[in-house]
């Protein structure tokens, strides 16, 4: 298992943001199409933990973004 996550993180160092948009793509295609197969009555577990992992997730990388970018407009006004 380490040598798989030693490969997974030798193809990230060489991966550019381009292809990191298209594995966030791929990733988002696959939960939608897991999310068609959900019968229509079971599917409000689903909803709501996808919506929990969604904010679980997207809220620390914008809050990394944000310091990112307030980074480069301080380098960038000194």
Known sequence: ???LFDWGSAYIRECDWKDLALIKFCLCA???L???CVPEKKRKIPLILAGLVFLA???PLMVNF???VCRSLSSDTE
């Open 57 to 59: 997730t997207y809220i």
């Open 1 to 3: 298992m380490k040598r």
């Open 66 to 68: 944000g310091r990112m």
């Open 30 to 32: 696959m939960g939608a």
């Open 34 to 36: 897991i999310g068609l």
